[in-house]
């Protein structure tokens, strides 16, 4: 007997979801902690989009896999245009045995709200270790009751009652979905190894590897499709942190591989605060206030666009360096308060957070405890900043983090005794 299969329709990495406010939603956890252990324990051979020949455009093993798979799961969370488009296609070639879940503070879209969909809830960008077991565990349970009881849930067959679907001849899918996973395997396989490579403080591998995956995408990228944003900040990120050959060379080309995302006019904050980071850090290079102007509109529009605290605290940070070079004495007055309004700001929006018991389980954890530390130290509340500052310590996971951490603690540090 063939081998049953589940296609997952999604993205990968992180992604921006812009529904009642933007966050970033890490849709590689959702895959791991929830959708993949339910398909393995129901017996399905589980395979997501970007596991197939799959970036940005539609082709002829994407189409047999939505046709011929046994069961579809689509992540609608981030309104990706393409889990969108191959939602559909699933809708229009099979009545049944599709199923929609999305993360519950997202926007339904389309005519997708009167459709059953199994909703999980992100801690920001991971999902807390209850959480997915409890939603893994209901989605096996929805899984084995679709395909134990097929009713029609495509609302083109519901509402097209006389349609049959389409049919094929009856060859077997898994000689052309081994050769679609050849191509689709190097995607996968430089993704996971760049993020490794990263976390393990290798950067000069996390960039070979982004930027491998990046060309495979490129390679297959329809003619109006726009570079995936996730590999484009990751590949960026890796550049300017590798210093090859060296830190000024590396931060001017990140600079244009971040320009790719057009930091200019985007609202997406991870993609502001590298940019952010390869601005301020191209200042400190060469101490031209071009840079450290720039460093502040990106850090600043980060901020506002959901008072993210990476982007808060470091548009604090550039806002007093920037000060201390001002001509007017009003405009130096004006960036001072401004940054002591942010901060103020990034710590009560911290507090709530960092009080909550589900926040250890947050993979951003140590970087909000490294934000708090770093903010209090700027404001003077040093006794207070330790406490958060050892909380750090004892759970930061790579030596770069540790040093990231160190660099802005000295200029808190300096902000704090110049005020």
């Not at 990263?198 to 390679?219: G, I, Q, T, V, Y």
């Not at 102007?293 to 007093?320: I, Q, S």
């Amino acid at each position: 007997m063939a081998e049953k299969t589940c296609f997952v329709i999604m993205g990968f990495g992180k992604k921006t979801d812009y529904g009642k406010r933007a966050r970033t939603l890490d849709l590689d956890a959702t895959y791991k902690a929830i959708i993949k252990p339910a398909v393995t324990a129901c017996g399905h051979r589980c395979i997501r989009a970007d596991e197939v020949t799959h970036s940005g455009i539609i082709d002829k093993p994407m189409y047999e896999m939505l046709l011929r798979a046994d069961l579809v799961i689509a992540d609608i969370s981030t309104a990706n245009p393409n889990a969108l488009y191959e939602l559909g296609v699933r809708h229009a070639l099979r009545p049944h045995s599709t199923i929609l879940i999305k993360e519950m503070d997202g926007a339904f879209h389309f005519d997708l709200n009167h459709l059953a969909t199994l909703q999980y809830k992100h801690l920001c960008e991971d999902i807390g270790a209850a959480e997915a077991a409890a939603k893994s565990e209901a989605l096996a349970k929805l899984i084995r009751g679709v395909l134990a009881k097929p009713d029609i849930d495509s609302p083109v067959f519901t509402f097209l009652k006389q349609l049959k679907g389409p049919a094929l001849s009856d060859e077997q899918i898994a000689d052309r979905l081994g050769e679609a996973e050849k191509h689709g395997a190097a995607l996968a396989d430089n993704l996971a190894d760049g993020r490794a490579a990263a976390a393990s403080s290798d950067h000069a591998k996390a960039r070979d590897c982004f930027l491998r995956a990046a060309k495979l995408l490129e390679a297959q990228k329809g003619p109006i499709q726009a570079p995936d944003p996730f590999v484009i900040q990751q590949l960026a990120l890796a550049t300017y942190k590798a210093k090859e050959p060296n830190a000024l060379s590396a931060l001017l080309y990140a600079w244009q591989i971040i320009l790719q995302l057009t930091p200019d006019t985007s609202t997406d904050p991870e993609t502001l605060g590298i940019a952010g980071a390869i601005q301020r850090r191209l200042w400190e290079q060469n101490k031209d206030l071009q840079h450290l102007d720039k460093a502040v509109e990106l850090y600043g529009r980060g901020f506002e666009v959901r008072r993210d605290y990476y982007n808060g605290e470091n548009y604090a940070l550039c806002l007093d360096l920037r000060s201390r070079h001002q001509t007017l004495p009003e405009e130096a007055l004006y960036d001072r308060q401004t940054a002591a309004k942010v901060r103020q700001r990034v710590i009560a929006g911290l507090k709530p957070v960092l009080s909550d018991s589900t926040a250890i389980e947050r993979s951003d954890y140590r970087w909000m405890l490294a934000t708090m530390a770093n903010t209090l130290f700027a404001i003077g509340r040093a006794q207070e900043a330790e406490v958060f500052e050892q909380q750090f310590r004892a759970v930061v996971a790579a030596q770069w983090e540790v040093e990231t951490f160190e660099a802005g603690k000295l200029y808190a540090l300096q902000v704090s005794t110049s005020s």
